[in-house]
Each structure stands twice: as C-alpha cells, then as structure tokens.
Nanobody, 121 residues
Framework: QVQVVESGGGLVQPGGSLRLSCAAS????????MDWYRQAPGKQRELVAA???????IYAETVKGRFTISRDNAKNTVYLQMNSLKPEDTATYYCNAAIITTFQSVLRSYWGQGTQVTVSS
C-alpha cells in the first residue's frame, strides 16, 4: 500500500503566498519524479512543476519565477512554494509521485486526493 497526501491549500489574496506539501508513505522502495499538477473548473489538468530524484526542477511557463518546487528525499516529501499568487492560479492542486514499491518492481504513478488553492480578494 502507498499513500500520497497533499496539504497546505487555502484561501489567499492576490500577491500572497502559500506552501503546499505532499508526503508519500507506505511500502516504498524508491521514488523517481515527484510532480505538482493543477486543475481549474472546466479545464484540463496541467503540469505545474516537477522534480527528479536528483533535484532537477522544471516549471510551466505560467509559474516560472513565482513557484519553487523542492523535495526532501529522506521524508519522501515534495513542496511547492507559491509566491505572487494570481487569481488564475486558483485550482485544485494534485501531487503525483512515480514510485517503485517493495512488493512490485515496477514504476507506477500514484496520485494524491488534491488540495484546493483559491486566490481571491
């Protein structure tokens, strides 16, 4: 069994900041990439940021310079620091982790349940 759990969402005013966390737990042998996606109502889910096990990050153009992804491999946790938030950042944010479990030597994708981020005055 593997669980992926996000936290840290909420309501923030434009220009404000939030920090999201995502922790993976359970029968984990190793974690490859850990990613943040978001989905706004009526829109497709989109990649926001990703980070490899070697800590190489990539960002969507819409968040470059405002968001920072980082990870703590010892804690199987990935973070998303979001600064200068805009109303268009409003969405449900999902964490995805590519994990090899201790009971199956296959890389599989595990999703969290999502955390809501609302940017509004």
């Amino acid at each position: 069994q593997v669980q992926v759990v996000e936290s840290g969402g909420g309501l923030v005013q434009p220009g404000g900041s939030l920090r999201l966390s995502c922790a993976a737990s359970g029968s984990i042998a190793s974690i490859n990439a850990m990613d943040w996606y978001r989905q706004a109502p009526g829109k497709q889910r989109e990649l926001v940021a990703a980070i490899t096990s070697g800590n190489s990050p990539i960002y969507a153009e819409t968040v470059k310079g405002r968001f920072t992804i980082s990870r703590d491999n010892a804690k199987n946790t990935v973070y998303l620091q979001m600064n200068s938030l805009k109303p268009e950042d409003t969405a449900t944010y999902y964490c995805n982790a590519a994990i090899i479990t201790t009971f199956q030597s296959v890389l599989r994708s595990y999703w969290g349940q999502g955390t809501q981020v609302t940017v509004s005055s």
